[in-house]
């Protein structure tokens, strides 16, 4: 009780049910979104969910109010809008060591390749996407990155799931260098639900939390039992807020932010590091339906979800950590649970026994791979879709990498137009006349005993052997990149999109070199 004691002095409107509310417009990153009734709506469920169970809400605020200091000082050096701290919370609820189903870590959940793009070390004695500061600096570096190449921030944002690359695709020219945009239900999800994470914490996490830390600069060859030593701090405290250290001295490479934790509450903090949660004697319904139930799904085996359940309690129950059963269901970290649903406690296969299946009205990508014990990816890939994508009811989606009997690629019939003797054709030029062309062999012509009219507009082809048509297309161009240069800019230069400068010059990614020479080609 100590410890929510605090949190429900500032978060009376969740404790009490009262969930904050979706405006119509807002500010996020100095940009001023209109959100339209249809996203609102949808935005709205989320904050709702959020805040639904006050215990859960809570434990995510403090940690926010542990951890949202340090962000907002690294973001402050960086020049990152201060928003984005809300996107920890969204990505990991600020837990040091989740890990998606995706295998991304940490605060900010980075894939270790991107990790590594962004500075991080990642290796068997560091990894510093469990460090808050280190992380954090390598957020504010990917997330400016994509704004270079957008000049919005809401794309920045949308890029942190899609990379930039898709985002370009998705949107193409639109809203770049926007000041104002339109939150409709078209918008990218990931987006909206940055938006309801925004609205559900922004009131909620101000003022100091139960457990504070101290960032200090390593002092490289140390372990962590000496520093517990200096600071008279237990040493596994030290340890659950240095998940990053994986050996027991610092390495002496570079400086390491090591957080020292303080205050009254830090005995209680383990609450708030789910994957360290000791675990609690299940209810007895919930001991009544394990003992009954025995499911598989796609020989895998399953739990049903009973109501109150959150991701952290049936996870206590299957006696699995919250990592693995984030990972084996495919599942973000603050998805809640639906009674009487099914959750898989082991890895899900990566192929179904059916083959096909139409999509009904409301459901997704991810009720279908839970449906079908099927791994989310698995079926994207099969069906060359990115994770996030719109797809409507009455599609039919591939469950394994098998064909269904009967079902071809498109091919070309080999059909070719033949023009004969009572055809007309509209060569449609300006000032040509209506003329029917008539094709006939030479060889005939001199066997006509009625003299053959000759237009002399039209040339006479007399070889009628044509090895190749050469067709005139658009001028090319060499632009050579200057150092100040950018796709956009060049873009903006010519009168072209980004994606089809990316296309002419077959570029995967948006990365220019100073010399590099670009084809642009005129419209």
């Known amino acids: 009780m100590k410890f929510f004691a605090p949190a429900l002095i500032f978060c009376g409107a969740a404790a009490f049910g009262q969930s904050p509310q979706v405006p119509a417009k807002m500010q996020f990153a100095g940009l001023t979104l209109t959100i339209r009734d249809d996203a609102r709506r949808e935005i709205q469920k989320d904050v709702d969910a959020l805040t639904l169970h006050p215990k859960y809400f809570n434990i995510k605020v403090e940690r926010a109010r542990t951890y949202f200091p340090i962000i907002e000082k690294i973001f402050a050096d960086e020049r990152l809008p201060e928003d984005f701290k809300y996107l920890a919370l969204q990505e990991s609820a600020l837990i040091p060591d989740a890990v998606s189903s995706s295998n991304a870590v940490g605060f900010w959940q980075f894939k270790e390749s991107t990790a590594h793009e962004v500075g991080l070390r990642v290796d068997k004695e560091i990894d510093e996407r469990m460090n808050i500061a280190s992380a954090s600096r390598g957020a504010a570096r990917y997330l400016k990155q994509c704004n270079h190449y957008f000049n919005n921030w809401v794309y920045a944002l949308q890029s942190y799931q899609m990379g930039a690359g898709g985002v370009m695709r998705a949107v193409g020219d639109k809203d770049i260098g926007g000041r104002h945009m339109e939150i409709n239900a078209e918008t990218y999800w990931y987006v909206k639900k940055f938006i309801a994470h925004k609205v559900a914490f922004e009131n909620a996490t101000s003022g100091k939390g139960t457990i504070e830390v101290t960032r200090v600069a390593s002092s490289g060859g140390k372990t962590l039992q000496e520093i517990s030593a200096e600071t008279s701090v237990d040493e596994q405290k030290l340890r659950d807020f240095n998940k990053w250290l994986k050996t027991e001295r610092i390495p002496v490479d570079k400086e390491y932010a090591v957080l020292i934790p303080n205050g009254d509450g830090v005995s209680d903090f383990g609450v708030l590091t789910i994957a360290s949660t000791a675990k609690t004697k299940p209810s007895t319904e919930a001991t009544s339906i394990q003992a009954q139930e025995k499911i598989e799904v ?21 006696g699995i950590s919250i990592s693995s059963f984030l990972h084996y269901n495919d599942m973000e970290i603050d998805r809640p649970v639906k009674a009487g649903e099914l959750y898989f406690l082991e890895k899900k296969k990566k192929k179904a026994d059916e083959e096909l299946y139409t ?98 507009d039209i040339p006479v082809i007399r070889d009628v052997k044509i090895d190749s048509v050469t067709v005139s297309g658009p001028s090319v161009s060499i632009h050579e990149v200057k150092s100040s240069d950018t796709l956009y800019s060049v873009a903006r230069q010519y009168g072209v999109t980004i994606k089809e400068l990316m296309d002419w010059n077959e570029k995967k990614d948006f990365a220019l070199s100073v010399g590099e020479k670009l084809k642009v080609r005129s419209r």
């Open 298 to 318: 796609n020989g895998v085996p399953v739990i049903r979800a009973i109501k109150g359940e959150t991701p952290q309690s049936i996870a206590t129950r299957a």
């Open 359 to 456: 999509l009904k009205a409301g459901e997704d990508i991810w009720l279908v791979s839970q449906r079908f014990g099927v791994q989310e990816k698995s079926i994207l890939r099969f069906n060359k879709l990115e994770k996030g994508s719109r797809v409507s009811s009455g599609v039919t989606l591939y469950l394994n990498n098998r064909k269904p009997a009967g079902v071809k690629e498109d091919e070309d019939d080999g059909t070719i137009a033949v023009l004969d003797e009572d055809d007309s054709f509209n060569w449609d030029q300006p000032g040509s006349k209506k003329t029917t062309a008539v094709v006939v062999p030479l060889a005939s012509i001199t066997k006509q005993s009625t003299p053959v009219e000759v237009i002399t």
